[in-house]
């Protein structure tokens, strides 16, 4: 996994795991070439967004110019060798931090609704240049809803990645 955040400076190191940092986009650049002439073939994104940008609905998930697709295509840009996974899920979009939309009213997430956007995230994300999408919020139908908009949208080779898969592997390990 690389976190990415927005700016220019320094690495903001993460004190929960020891020895990784969120990295701006230059950086994770310089990164990713590191991790790629290491025999490391794939790298999972994910952002950390300013808390300004977070909304109820997180809507900053759909603009085409939020953090993750410009790293996305930035690093495809740069390091076209390397693999990119990118995490749908709306917790770093949303001022709650639910994977989905919620509702206070009943104390309870959207389904539908959100699937609809993780669909549309993945969609944006492939335009970017994502190989992989991995949802991650656990809303039912959403591996079949965002297989029929990537073919829909001509992204056929675009790749999901069940979540759990990420978790057993070495990205957590």
Request: charged fraction near 25%; glycine fraction near 8%; hydrophobic fraction near 50%.
């Amino acid at each position: 996994p690389v976190f990415v955040i927005d700016g220019d400076g320094d690495p903001e190191p993460i004190e929960s795991m020891p020895g990784i940092a969120r990295l701006t986009i230059p950086l994770l650049v310089e990164e990713c070439r590191q991790l790629l002439a290491l025999g490391i073939p794939a790298v999972a994104l994910f952002p950390k967004l300013d808390d300004g940008l977070k909304t109820d609905d997180g809507r900053e998930a759909l603009n085409p110019g939020t953090l993750v697709l410009r790293a996305i295509r930035a690093l495809k840009a740069a390091v076209p060798e390397i693999a990119v996974i990118t995490d749908l899920a709306l917790d770093p979009y949303t001022v709650h931090g639910h994977d989905g939309l919620f509702d206070a009213r009943v104390g309870d997430l959207i389904n539908d609704a959100t699937v609809e956007i993780l669909a549309e995230m993945a969609v944006l994300a492939a335009e970017a240049g994502a190989d992989f999408v991995a949802p991650s919020d656990m809303m039912d139908g959403r591996v079949g809803a965002i297989r029929v908009a990537l073919d829909d949208n001509g992204f056929e080779q675009t790749s999901i990645m069940a979540y759990s898969a990420k978790f057993a592997s070495a990205f957590y390990g």
